[in-house]
């Protein structure tokens, strides 16, 4: 989708770290992290949110959550633990109007949701 920065990572238009890619999903370092390990895991394909996910979306579901063991493993926290996050909304804080799920770890979060 044109003017959609993830859309730009997904086809390398805009350049970022990439930690882990195959035909349905990209993986990238945020960049603002806000722990050690901060990953974000899109699908090449435009998705508004997670709200807006059908059906026929649903084969993106299965490869972002293998993807996120892929990136645990790459970010050596498969063992110690990490949260997945994705944000909907105004109150949950989208700012990025593409769907992404972020990997963050590398540190012992708490209870806290933010
Ligand atoms: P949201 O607030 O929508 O859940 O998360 C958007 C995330 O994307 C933020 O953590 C922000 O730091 C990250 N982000 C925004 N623009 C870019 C970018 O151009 N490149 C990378 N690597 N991360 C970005
Ligand atoms: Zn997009």
């Avoid at 882990?20 to 435009?46: C, G, M, Q, R, S």
Wanted: proline residues 4%.
């Amino acid at each position: 989708m044109e003017d959609c920065i993830f859309c730009k990572i997904t086809t390398k238009e805009i350049p970022s770290t990439i930690v882990y890619e195959n035909d349905k999903v990209i993986a990238f370092e945020d960049a603002h992290p806000v722990a050690p390990v901060h990953t974000l895991v899109v699908p090449k394909k435009h998705i508004a949110n997670m709200m807006e996910l059908t059906d026929e979306d649903m084969e993106y579901i299965v490869a972002i959550h293998k993807a996120i063991q892929e990136v645990a493993k790459i970010k050596g926290v498969d063992k110690t633990g990490f949260r997945v996050i994705t944000n909907y909304g105004e109150d949950g804080g989208q700012t990025v109007m593409h769907l992404h799920y972020h990997v963050i770890g590398g540190e012992h979060l708490g209870p806290k949701i933010r």
